[in-house]
């Protein structure tokens, strides 16, 4: 009988455009932060979610320059790359690792540092999230992929431009609450409606911005030790990541079944509530992927929790807001908390955690005991889904 | 108690450049070979080591592109990056994938594509496993950095070039015997004297060569599962994967302890046997990273197979060759088998799983039952040993 997988700290960098900072520096206050967190228990591996350091930053050998910068010089330490998912396909790594016995501790974390690029351009970067010969040689960027999705979206089910925009104006309002948000500001229906048109019909304030930051979550096998720690800590109850899970679907999107269904989150979303033995409702509160308003409608929809083409309607009627089950994105989301893209699966991850344990400096869920986190690469090419669980 | 994990099926491309192929076709061409090899059984998750598809190819996501090509949509995968090491960390990350129990069968893969970059320069891209900020900026190539350590090696335990050629010129003649190699000619100690100066005191035959390959190790958990495989194959013994471990070290050289000893090879290596419960002396066989003739003494030295400064020596005395105990790297190592970067840990442990097989189809050791596979990134920036067991 393999032993349970507890989260016995987190650390958050504030999301922002550090240009006087470098990765390595975002890394370490991330992780440090974790280690006081989790009462000075220290990782035995360390593994690195990030997406563009090799393009950007033009540094490959990415896990151990982070590790030796952060004063873990020695230790196991690699990189992961799933596009956007790189965060969550880190979790996936750390919590095998852990889980196996390899390690008794382990960092699961994210990093991404997009501001003052050295050696190459941020949205040619981005689009190496999709595929290389058949979508980017063509001139495709990574929004306006996900326009041509939001267009048939909003073309097939009928919806308006601003009734699509009922989701940027709640993410900014709970991100108004987010000390770690990189958009603080709340903002309005004419506000978003009035934002440049990025790839019509996704304009600015649809869209994820641009930013710097680093998350970590450190992980220890058993149920005994994180409730040592957790005593250590002046905690009453421990958080056990109860499952994750990981699927793919193809890069290009010419080969999908349904442009609209997003198979890889359906298909991780319900491996990781079947492993944590839940259904989808029961689940209290979730962090979802919304890199684009119809990436936050089309992710409600794959994880089971509106019928398709209904998310944009049930939202703006209230579902999913303060009081109902589940919560979503309190955090304000990758839309107002910001996506420094391969650290985003682990700022969910985190987030949930604190949800649960009820010291969220933001705005806060209704005392949840479950959580799921739901982070994907591409065009949900890769869908990462975690399960956590409240444990008294 | 945890199950112990096999290796049942290997598959490998020749490695070479192959202008016509795609890291996609590579890297299918592998996997099949694998599941062949196997017996038919596939894998349930695919863990990718690469270094380059990011510079190079202009591709991220590129763990799904793969498995979708491979006919595996859908599939858990996600690729790892430790540099030349990203092999070794692939291996180490699929180890704890199917030891956790997250997946019954898993592709421990590489696969690299350096010829016909389409986005970026190779020795740019190679000089990425450096320190971006304290090396490459100023203009150091990775072949630089390993010069500056040949020269001092060679000044300090008073080698000449010649003395250190007797490596290279091995390598060339087991690779003649190896069909995957990528260089299948002997040379002569002139031949390798006359080569051109890459970075003085490296010649282009004291280097390993650029390349592409893929390679494919199958991982499965439990003794009788592998047994059940191997009788369906056709054999009588299985191999066990007795042990991963992973280290790392600072990325730039400035701040190395010693610029002669690999702080990660030392650690790596000695964790992995501890875990197996081996000393370096009772093991049979070796592949380990001989990227340039001075890395391989180096890890010869590292491993703890001869004193330090001694391994040239005893190399030319006739350690290590066939009947000696260990043998070592009988493939033709990186300098002649090749090296393609992300796939060469995993072609080291294919060859391993061989020739404790029986059935490597080049130079063959003689009979081994415990065999060690050693791969780095960088200059053992990280570090990754494997030990495998044939069990009857």
Redesign the interface.
């Known amino acids: 009988m ?1 032993e349970r997988v507890f989260v016995i700290g987190v650390g958050l960098t504030k999301i922002g455009r550090f240009y006087e900072k ?1 990765a390595k520096e975002l890394f370490s206050e991330a992780l440090w932060k974790a280690i006081d967190d989790a009462g000075g228990v220290k990782p035995q ?1 360390i593994v690195v979610g990030n ?2 350091s ?2 950007l ?9 982070l ?2 910068h952060a004063g873990f ?11 956007c998912g ?1 965060g969550g ?1 880190a979790l ?2 750390a ?3 852990v ?4 390690v008794d501790v382990v960092a699961a974390t994210g990093v991404e540092k997009l501001t003052e690029a ?2 190459g351009y941020v949205t040619r970067a981005l689009a ?6 058949y979508e ?1 040689l063509y001139g495709a960027t990574f929004t306006g992929l996900n326009a041509m999705i939001a267009r048939l979206y909003k073309t097939l089910f009928g919806y308006t431009d601003e009734e699509l925009s009922y989701w940027p104006l709640k993410m900014h309002e709970y991100a108004s609450y987010n000390p770690y948000a990189q958009i603080r500001g709340k903002t309005t229906i004419e506000e978003i409606m009035s934002s440049p048109l990025i790839a019509d019909p996704i304009r600015l304030y649809h869209s994820a911005p641009i930013g710097d930051g680093a998350a970590v979550l450190l992980l220890v096998r058993g149920e005994d030790r994180a409730r040592e720690i957790a005593k250590k800590t002046g905690r009453d109850v421990v958080v056990e990541l109860a499952s994750v ?7 290009d999107l010419t080969t999908r079944n349904d442009l609209l269904t997003m ?2 989150t359906v ?1 991780a979303s319900r491996e990781a509530l079947k492993k944590a033995g839940l259904e989808i409702k029961d689940v209290d509160y979730i962090e979802l992927h919304d890199a684009f308003h119809v990436t936050g409608y089309l992710s409600i929809e794959d994880l089971g929790l509106a019928p398709k083409g209904l998310a944009p309607k049930l939202y703006r009627e209230g579902r999913f807001h303060k009081g109902d089950k589940p919560e979503i994105n309190f955090s304000g989301g990758l839309k107002a908390r910001g996506h420094p893209v391969g650290a985003t699966g682990i700022y969910q991850a985190a987030e949930a955690v604190m949800q649960l344990r009820g010291d969220f400096p933001g705005f806060k869920a209704s005392n949840p005991e479950t959580a799921l986190t739901h982070n994907i ?2 065009v949900s ?2 869908a990462a889904v975690a399960v956590f669980r409240r444990v008294k």
């Open positions: 393999l470098h591996a997406m563009t090799s393009v930053m033009g540094q490959d050998s990415f896990g151990a320059l590790a030796d010089r020695g230790l196991p330490a690699f990189k992961v790359e799933a596009a790189s396909a996936y790594a919590y095998a690792l889980k196996s016995g390899l050295t050696t190496q999230a999709a595929d290389a010969d980017v899970s990981l699927a793919t679907d193809s890069v198979d890889s298909k690469g591409g090419t890769t």
